[in-house]
């Protein structure tokens, strides 16, 4: 079953928006694997955002990644890469949709609370800076509840 990695960034802890995210992706119906509140370092969220290391804004989204506690966990699901962004909104809060999480809790780029992959392979590679110890292995009782 496909695997995302979904992170609630520093400004989405300290305004209380934990419970509201994880919710949100549970009554979907996704199911969650792996889940940790840390701090990272610069160095450790410069490799998280590696791709982005040559543009403008890169010193500004690590500082703002390193300044405070985040939520970072693995959910599961059908299409769940696809989904979670969906359910997350685009990039700029100012063109996401209201529904979205970005849409409703948020208004500049640089605080847009939350990150989600951007593709299955950004993923597999994002769980594996994140969780080197693994995720949780266990089947939800609802399954054929969710699946057809
Ligand atoms: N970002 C920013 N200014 C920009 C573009 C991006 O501050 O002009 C930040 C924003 O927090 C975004 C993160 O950099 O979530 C990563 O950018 P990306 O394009 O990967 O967007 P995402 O995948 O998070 O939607
Ligand atoms: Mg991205």
């Known amino acids: 079953m496909e695997q995302t990695f979904i992170m609630i960034k520093p400004d989405g802890v300290q305004r209380g928006l934990v419970g509201e995210i994880i919710g949100r992706f549970e009554k979907k119906g996704f199911s969650l694997k792996g889940l940790k509140l840390l701090t990272v370092d610069r160095a450790f969220a410069e490799k998280h955002y590696a791709d982005l290391s040559?543009?403008?804004?890169?010193?500004?989204?690590?500082?703002?990644?390193?300044?405070g506690p985040v939520v970072a966990m693995v959910w599961?699901?059908?299409?769940?890469?696809?989904?979670?962004?969906?359910?997350?909104?685009?990039?700029?809060?100012?063109?996401?949709?209201?529904?979205?999480?970005?849409?409703?809790?948020?208004?500049?780029?640089?605080?847009?609370?939350?990150?989600?992959?951007?593709?299955?392979?950004?993923?597999?590679?994002?769980?594996?800076?994140?969780?080197?110890?693994?995720?949780?292995?266990?089947?939800?009782?609802?399954?054929p509840w969710i699946y057809e």
Do not use: C, M, Q
Request: glycine content about 12%.
């Open 54 to 67: 040559s543009k403008p804004f890169f010193n500004g989204l690590v500082e703002y990644i390193v300044s």
């Open 76 to 143: 599961e699901g059908k299409n769940v890469v696809t989904t979670g962004r969906k359910i997350i909104g685009a990039t700029n809060p100012a063109e996401s949709a209201p529904g979205t999480i970005r849409g409703d809790f948020a208004i500049d780029i640089g605080r847009n609370v939350i990150h989600g992959s951007d593709a299955v392979e950004s993923a597999r590679k994002e769980i594996g800076l994140w969780f080197p110890e693994g995720v949780a292995n266990w089947s939800s009782s609802l399954h």
